[in-house]
């Protein structure tokens, strides 16, 4: 069965570091692969999506992620943290044969120190 | 604007009571989800439908019951047989159907709901 793996249920980074959150997808068939992000007692809200055009895909808050078929990855990076980015991040999917349900992944708690 | 109303934002329940999470959209999505998030888990399927008047366990419906009598409204229910019911509870919507497959999921600001 399809998973999605976060590497990190935490990470920490300065405010103005680079944010690296890491995802993996576990299909030989690639995914539409999304990222959504969560910010505390709110609902969960899409960043960007993948669905099989350019392979690096930009997304609102100057949020990015690069789709790497060879790596099963699609990590979601950000030149520069601002405090506002501490939130967390879910990566997710929906396999392309039989499905329209979402995967996702256990999430990843993003700590932004001034 | 469009979008998913969850209501009550807090919700307390006492032993052996049953209680209901609201939730309606107005984005006309065929595909509406429950879900639960407890701290350190990520989200976990209770309950999905993809058009009304059915609908299809997830995989933790015991304890939880749905109905979708509109295609606006997917209301919960929380049954005094789910013993661990404190949770936050989302609701969200997708597009559904050939061509939709890749759409994303709608969701609302949702339902925290504790123990007395």
């Known amino acids: 069965a399809q998973s999605v793996t976060q590497l990190g249920s935490h990470v920490s980074v300065s405010e103005g570091a680079l944010v690296l959150l890491r995802c993996n997808y576990s299909s030989s068939v690639p995914p539409y692969l999304f990222w959504y992000v969560q910010y505390p007692n709110q609902g969960l809200q899409l960043l960007l999506k993948y669905t099989s055009a350019a392979t690096l895909v930009k997304g609102i808050n100057g949020f990015e992620a690069e789709f790497k078929k060879s790596e099963t990855s699609f990590h979601l990076t950000k030149p520069s943290a601002h405090m506002s980015d501490a939130a967390e991040y879910f990566c997710a999917v929906i396999p392309r044969a039989g499905g329209f349900k979402t995967i996702f992944g256990a999430g990843t708690r993003l700590f932004v120190k001034a | 604007d469009g979008g998913i109303t969850q209501s009550p934002k807090y919700l307390f329940r006492k032993e052996g009571q049953n209680v209901t999470l609201s939730c309606e959209q107005n984005l006309n999505h065929d595909a509406m989800y429950w879900y639960r998030q407890d701290p350190g888990q990520g989200l976990r399927l209770i309950y999905y439908?993809?058009?009304?008047?059915?609908?299809q366990k997830g995989d933790i419906a015991e304890g939880y019951s749905v109905s979708r009598e509109k295609k606006e409204s997917f209301p919960l229910t929380v049954t005094s047989a789910q013993k661990n019911p404190t949770a936050f509870y989302l609701c969200a919507s997708s597009s559904y159907g050939t061509g939709y497959s890749n759409q994303p999921q709608h969701f609302g600001d949702g339902t925290r709901l504790s123990i007395l």
């Open positions: 439908s993809q058009i009304v008047n059915d609908f």
